[in-house]
C-alpha cells in the first residue's frame, strides 16, 4: 500500500482499496487488438485534507477515450428521459433570456442537448471521442470535438460568448485535472452562471459496496463534503445538492461565483448525513475494501459451484463495470461463456482483460441460460422488465452488490 498526492489541494490520499492491475474499462479491444492490450494499477483512497475519494494512479488519456468511444448515453429509456427531463428544467430556470447559451462537457451521444437545439436554444457540447459526437451532430447538435480545459473554455468564450450554465454528466469525475476545469469554468460563465454536474456518488457507491465503480476512467468519486472543499478552493460556491436515481445512486451538485445564488438546506443536510456515516474516514473505506473481497470470494465460489451442476451461466450488459468484476475477480470464459449488450459498437468485441466476448441480446433471449450474472445491476428495472421471458422459464439472475445474491 502505497500514498498518493491529492489532485485537489495536495494533501495525502491513504490507498485503501487496491482492484489489483487492470485495463481500461471501457476498452472492449477487438480480438486481434488484445496483444497490444495494456493494464494499469487500480487503487483508490480518501484525501486526509479535503476528503475526496480518488485513483492513485493515472491512466494515459489515450488509453481511455478513443474516437470509437462505446458509450452511448441513450442507450437506456431511463436514461433518456431522465436528461429530457434535466434539459427542460434547464430551459425553464437558466436558459430564459433572451440569448442564453449553455455549454455541455462530453455530451456523448447528444441526450440532453437534443432537447435544447429542438428548442432553439444556443448551446454548444464539447466531446473529444469522435463516433458518438457525430451522432449528436447527426441530431442538429452543435459540437466541439474537443476536451474541456481552460483553454477550450477561453476560446468558446471568444467565439460565443459567456455560457449562462455548463453542465457535465457522468465524465466531471473523469477529469485528471479539476482545478484547470475549474479555471475554464470561471473564464466561461457568466457572474451569476451556474456549473451543474451529476456524477456517481461515493455515499451510495460504499453503501452498495459497488466497487465495480471503480475503474480508470472515474479519477474522483465525489461527496458532497469534498466537491464543497474542491468548489472553495476554486473560488466558487456550492449551493445545491440533489440526488439523482441513475448509477445506482448520483448526486447534482450546483456551483456558483460566491454570494450570487442562495444555498439550499440540502448542502447542509447531506454535509450532516456523510458525517454520521463517517464517508470521509478511512476506517469507513478499510471496512469497504473488506465486503469487497468478501464479494470476491462468494461470486466466483457461486461461478465454480454452478459449474460443477453443469448449470449455463452467462453475463447481461457490457458496461465498464464488467471490466473492474471480471479482472478483480479472475472471471474469465470458463465461468461467463459470453456477456450481451444492447450496444451496437461494443458486440464482436471482448471485456478487456478477462477476454469475455460481448454478443447482442439475442444471443440470450434465443437460447436462455439457467442463470445470467448483471452486470449493468443499475438498469435492474429496465432489464428485468425486459426479459420477463428469462425468468418465467425459470432462469435467475446473479447479483453481486451490496452482497452475491440470487434473485
Ligand atoms: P452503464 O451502467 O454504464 O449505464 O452501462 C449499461 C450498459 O448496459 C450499456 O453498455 C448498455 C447496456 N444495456 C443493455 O444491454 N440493455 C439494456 O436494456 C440497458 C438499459 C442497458
Ligand atoms: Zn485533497
Given at each position: 500500500m502505497s500514498n498518493g498526492i491529492c489532485r485537489i489541494c495536495g494533501g495525502t490520499v491513504k490507498e485503501t482499496v487496491n482492484l489489483g492491475r487492470q485495463p481500461s474499462g471501457n476498452g472492449f479491444p477487438l480480438p486481434h487488438e488484445i496483444e497490444h492490450e495494456r493494464s494499469f494499477?487500480?487503487?483508490?483512497?480518501?484525501?486526509?485534507?479535503?476528503?475526496?475519494?480518488?485513483?492513485?494512479?493515472?491512466?494515459?488519456?489515450?488509453?481511455?477515450?478513443?474516437?470509437?468511444?462505446?458509450?452511448?448515453?441513450?442507450?437506456?429509456?431511463?436514461?433518456?428521459?431522465?436528461?429530457?427531463?434535466?434539459?427542460?428544467?434547464?430551459?425553464?430556470?437558466?436558459?430564459?433570456?433572451?440569448?442564453?447559451?449553455?455549454?455541455?462537457?462530453?455530451s456523448n451521444d447528444g441526450v440532453m442537448l437534443a432537447t435544447i437545439a429542438q428548442a432553439g436554444v444556443r448551446h454548444l457540447g464539447v466531446e473529444p471521442c469522435r463516433e458518438v459526437a457525430d451522432v449528436a451532430r447527426g441530431r442538429g447538435i452543435q459540437v466541439l470535438g474537443e476536451f474541456f480545459n481552460e483553454n477550450t473554455a477561453a476560446a468558446i468564450r471568444a467565439e460565443h460568448g459567456p455560457a449562462n450554465m455548463v453542465f457535465g454528466a457522468n465524465c466531471i469525475a473523469h477529469i485528471v485535472d479539476l482545478r484547470r476545469l475549474l479555471q475554464g469554468i470561471d473564464t466561461l460563465l457568466t457572474p451569476d452562471g451556474v456549473f451543474i454536474f451529476e456524477e456517481p456518488y461515493l455515499g451510495s457507491v460504499i453503501a452498495q459496496n459497488a466497487?465495480?465503480?471503480?475503474?480508470?476512467?472515474?479519477?474522483?468519486?465525489?461527496?458532497?463534503?469534498?466537491?464543497?472543499?474542491?468548489?472553495?478552493?476554486?473560488?466558487?460556491?456550492?449551493?445545491?445538492?440533489?440526488?439523482?436515481?441513475?448509477?445506482?445512486?448520483?448526486?447534482?451538485y450546483t456551483i456558483a461565483r460566491p454570494s450570487r445564488r442562495a444555498v439550499a438546506p440540502a448542502v447542509a443536510e447531506f454535509l450532516a448525513q456523510?458525517?454520521?456515516?463517517?464517508?470521509?474516514?478511512?476506517?469507513?473505506?478499510?471496512?469497504?475494501?473488506?465486503?469487497?473481497?468478501?464479494?470476491?470470494?462468494?461470486?466466483?465460489?457461486?461461478?465454480?459451484?454452478?459449474?460443477?451442476?453443469?448449470?449455463?451461466?452467462?453475463?447481461?450488459?457490457?458496461?465498464?463495470?464488467?471490466?473492474?468484476?471480471?479482472?478483480?475477480?479472475?472471471?474469465g470464459t470458463e465461468l461467463i461463456p459470453f456477456v450481451v449488450d444492447s450496444t451496437p459498437s461494443k458486440q464482436g468485441r471482448l471485456v478487456a482483460g478477462s477476454h469475455i466476448p460481448v454478443l447482442e441480446p439475442g444471443a440470450f433471449s434465443a437460447d436462455h441460460p439457467d442463470y445470467a450474472v448483471l452486470f449493468a445491476w443499475n438498469h435492474a428495472e429496465e432489464i428485468m422488465a425486459k426479459e420477463q421471458a428469462f425468468r418465467e422459464r425459470g432462469g435467475r439472475w446473479i447479483l453481486y452488490v451490496p452482497d452475491v445474491h440470487i434473485v
Open positions: 494499477p487500480l487503487s483508490a483512497g480518501t484525501c486526509d485534507s479535503c476528503t475526496m475519494f480518488q485513483l492513485l494512479d493515472d491512466v494515459p488519456s489515450e488509453a481511455k477515450y478513443r474516437d470509437e468511444y462505446p458509450y452511448h448515453a441513450s442507450g437506456s429509456a431511463v436514461h433518456r428521459a431522465h436528461f429530457e427531463a434535466n434539459a427542460r428544467r434547464f430551459l425553464e430556470t437558466e436558459l430564459t433570456g433572451p440569448d442564453a447559451f449553455i455549454v455541455e462537457i462530453g466497487f465495480d465503480m471503480i475503474y480508470d476512467e472515474h479519477v474522483h468519486i465525489f461527496s458532497v463534503r469534498s466537491i464543497k472543499a474542491m468548489a472553495e478552493l476554486a473560488g466558487f460556491e456550492l449551493v445545491n445538492a440533489e440526488p439523482v436515481p441513475l448509477h445506482g445512486g448520483t448526486m447534482r456523510e458525517r454520521e456515516q463517517r464517508l470521509a474516514e478511512h476506517g469507513t473505506i478499510e471496512k469497504f475494501a473488506a465486503a469487497v473481497r468478501k464479494i470476491r470470494e462468494d461470486l466466483t465460489g457461486l461461478l465454480g459451484d454452478l459449474r460443477a451442476q453443469g448449470k449455463r451461466v452467462v453475463g447481461y450488459g457490457a458496461p465498464a463495470k464488467v471490466t473492474t468484476v471480471t479482472n478483480y475477480c479472475g472471471i
